[in-house]
């Protein structure tokens, strides 16, 4: 048997029953951002579950999706409580939101995918690069194994740094 | 007895006793001899004896003595026991459900405590003894960012208050400064010395915008709270707390992840406010203290929008204008709450309010010749006054997550 996967120094662990994730995370290895769409309503869910959150319905179909969105918000982690994440801080988790299905199916609501930011090469220390709420990003791919990447997202205009 | 919305009957059941360990870094105790003392302070609190106690709800995050034992050490074989998985905005569902067996008649009195080592122990980041090995499941979605602890995961509703509404740290500092003052007057509070706003927001940054002093404490410690039916609560030694009003739990339609629904700078909450105040046959106006879930300064502040103390965008304001101090309109976490007095879940808020409702905190007042406590209503001393001057309503405001919570209204019987 193959080591387990590890990222960053955690053990990822996909349970063979649990099909859609491990069918997402595959998706994420060809560096392509996949998302269940809803063999009933038609809505796009995140993240991979066996019933669609809007109607109930059990039946999807993967779509690839654009991996590009805005900062919705965000938290520069300055204290991690996790072994694997001290060497890196501070970093940031973003709640990065999709164009796709903004305002549906009520106000407010959105396809909303949280991530680290990274540079262009998933880097996490981000160093002066320029980003803040409502900031373009586009996702990028950290490979694990042949089964696994992790997605994360990086501000689109990368190459302007504070001056 | 009035029902309300939906078949909800008020006041048909009350707290009738409180009992508390004390909150520390190192209770020297194991969860399940903290579960027994709280219980039993409880009991006799309410003056009873445990075998009274025919029903026992608990909740814990695999860190909890499961019911049964606890039982055992009590000597009692309960009609109705349950242990349900679950932190914050638990006390209030197990208020419920302890409401639900004594009116239907499956138990007479119900015992709801939970029991933690919440610093010496397993620590709700996720840290120290439960730490996960492996990540896995609905994990994979969320802790290979280094996105696990409750600052961490609740902070960017926060970082999008901030942004929609203009609130300010400043402004949400004064929970944790107006709570230190009430500190200053619990004798029980973990960190009773004052501080300042600067304080806060000099102290060392945890996730923004949360710095240090904007997280509660955590400790360990045996909270317990005692109900019984409306026909027993005069019965017994202290004055009844009515529950008037209990909701809970309730999510955002999408809990796993609530990010996705309705604006992030709300909470559970918008699903809970309308049938709380219908149940109780109230509102925001009528409440005279609360306790809104303090896990972090912004929890309070979000949870009294959303339940309609204030306008939504101007919980900054509410919290930060002095009405939520001692001696303001009305005052919130008058024990120190979960940032200065100790850290369970929120029960201890509920024993707080439920000793303001008795008018009996117990803070350094003098007591009489009959043991009575004489409140002087002096909130101005550091080591002064506690008690709302004639408390007759408190709203308890939990917070399990962004994406689901509970709440009651309880009042003086
Ligand atoms: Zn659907």
Not at chain 2, 200 to 207: K, Q
Not at chain 2, 260 to 266: K, M, N, S
Not at chain 2, 284 to 305: G, I, Q, R
């Amino acid at each position: 048997m193959a080591d387990a996967p590890r990222y960053l120094g955690y053990e990822l662990s996909i349970d063979p029953q649990d099909t859609a994730s491990r069918d997402f995370f595959r998706f994420c290895r060809e560096h392509q951002l996949h998302l269940q769409c809803c063999g009933s309503c038609s809505r796009l869910r995140y993240p991979p579950s066996p019933g669609c959150p809007f109607c109930g319905s059990d039946g999807y179909t993967w779509i690839p999706v654009d991996g590009s969105g805005v900062i919705h918000s965000y938290t520069e982690v300055h204290h991690a409580v996790s072994a694997p994440m001290k060497p890196f801080v501070p970093y940031v988790v973003a709640i990065v939101e999709l164009a796709n299905q903004r305002d549906d199916p009520a106000a407010g609501a959105a396809i909303r995918i949280p991530g680290n930011l990274v540079t262009a090469d998933g880097n996490l220390n981000i160093g002066d690069l320029r980003w803040g709420i409502d900031s373009p990003v586009r996702i990028v791919f950290s490979d694990v194994s042949d089964e696994i990447a992790i997605p994360l997202w990086t501000p689109l205009e990368a190459s302007r740094f504070i001056s | 007895m009035n029902a309300g919305a939906s078949g909800w009957v008020r006041d048909a059941c009350a707290i009738v006793g409180i009992g508390e360990t004390g909150y520390s870094k190192s209770s020297g105790m194991t969860t399940r001899a903290l579960a027994g003392a709280a219980i039993r302070r409880a009991v006799a609190d309410a003056g009873m004896r445990p075998a009274d106690i025919d029903g026992l709800l608990s909740h814990g995050m695999n860190d909890s003595p499961v019911s049964n034992l606890v039982a055992a050490d009590l000597g009692i074989r309960p009609n109705f026991f349950m242990d349900c998985v679950g932190g914050g905005a638990s006390a209030e569902a197990l208020v419920a459900l302890a409401v639900g067996l004594i009116v239907t008649g499956q138990c007479r009195t119900v015992a709801v405590y939970r029991a933690m080592n919440g610093f010496s122990g397993t620590r709700t980041g996720g840290t120290n003894r439960n730490a996960i090995p492996v990540i896995s499941g609905q994990d994979l979605y969320s802790r290979p960012f280094g996105w696990s602890s409750p600052a961490q995961t609740f902070a960017p509703c926060f970082m999008r208050h901030m942004h929609d509404f203009g609130t300010r740290s400043e402004q949400a500092a004064m929970v944790r400064v107006f709570q230190s003052e009430h500190a200053a007057k619990n004798p029980k509070a973990l960190y009773r010395a004052p501080v300042t706003a600067d304080d806060v927001l000099s102290s060392r940054m945890i996730a923004t915008p949360l710095h240090l002093l904007d997280c509660c404490v955590e400790t360990d410690s045996g909270t317990c709270l005692i109900i019984t039916g409306r026909e027993h609560a005069h019965d017994c030694r202290c004055h009844p707390v009515m529950i008037r009003s209990v909701l809970g739990r309730v999510c955002k339609p999408r809990n796993d992840l609530h990010f996705e629904w309705g604006p992030i700078t709300e909470s559970a909450a918008v699903y809970a406010k309308d049938r709380l105040w219908a149940q109780a046959g109230l509102g925001p106006d009528d409440v005279d203290v609360t306790a809104a879930y303090d896990a972090f300064t912004y929890t309070s502040l979000m949870l009294l929008e959303d339940y309609g103390f204030c306008a939504k965008g101007e919980g900054g304001g509410y919290v930060s204008d002095g009405r939520t101090r001692l001696g303001g309109s009305r005052p919130n976490n008058t024990s120190g709450g979960l940032l200065c007095e100790g850290y369970s879940n929120g029960m201890n808020l509920i024993i707080e309010n439920v000793r303001q409702l008795r008018h009996d905190a117990d803070d350094g007042c003098p007591i009489d010749s009959t043991g009575r406590r004489v409140h002087t209503h002096d909130h101005s001393a550091a080591g002064g006054c506690r008690q709302v001057q004639d408390a007759e309503v408190a709203a308890n405001l939990a917070w399990g997550n962004p994406g689901m919570g509970s709440a009651s209204v309880l009042v003086r019987g």
